[in-house]
């Protein structure tokens, strides 16, 4: 492919040039496996004091354990990948960030329902989502093109 090459969308409007996408689908992979182990590490503080708590209320606090790390998670996400950087820790150490096809810039919420529909979509049709990405031209998986957004270099 050349490195010239724009790929647009329906508009004709410019979205992306190949070389934004080089590499996207490994930093992706990359940047999950480093932001779920930096959620791992904030959920420690946190499931200790839910430990604390249902000691304190006779274990009617414990049954916050379920919630913790969708809540990390969420929370994590909409501070980062809908923050300034547009992008996570992971994304950020990888070289990758999260676009709109519009241009616009990605909030927090759009930012929680980026991650909610991957994983609702993923939980019910496992891996096959991925393949997604090698039939669509801007790297893009289905919970990508459901919002109109895409993966870049920086």
Same mark, same amino acid.
């Given at each position: 492919m050349n490195n010239s090459q724009i790929i647009d969308n329906e508009t004709g409007v410019r979205v992306v040039t190949v070389q934004e996408l080089e590499g996207v689908r490994t930093a992706r992979f990359m940047s999950f496996l480093v932001?779920?182990?930096? *959620? =791992?590490? $904030?959920? &420690?503080?946190?499931?200790?004091? *839910? =430990?604390? $708590?249902? &000691?304190i209320?006779?274990?009617?606090?414990?049954? $916050?354990?379920?919630f913790l790390i969708p809540a990390v998670a969420?929370?994590?996400?909409?501070?980062?990948?809908?923050?300034p950087a547009q992008a996570t820790i992971g994304m950020r150490f990888m070289g990758v960030?999260?676009?709109?096809?519009?241009g616009g810039r990605v909030d927090p919420f759009l930012a929680v329902l980026h991650s909610i529909l991957f994983w609702v979509i993923?939980?019910?049709?496992?891996?096959?989502?991925?393949?997604?990405?090698f039939f669509s031209s801007k790297k893009r998986l289905i919970h990508d093109v459901l919002l109109g957004t895409y993966i870049s270099r920086d």
């Open positions: 932001d779920y182990v930096i *959620i =791992g590490i $904030l959920c &420690i503080p946190l499931a200790i004091v *839910i =430990g604390f $708590l249902g &000691i209320t006779l274990s009617l606090g414990w049954m $916050l354990y379920p969420l929370i994590y996400v909409a501070l980062t990948l809908g923050g960030s999260i676009k709109r096809l519009d993923h939980s019910f049709a496992m891996i096959i989502p991925l393949f997604a990405s």
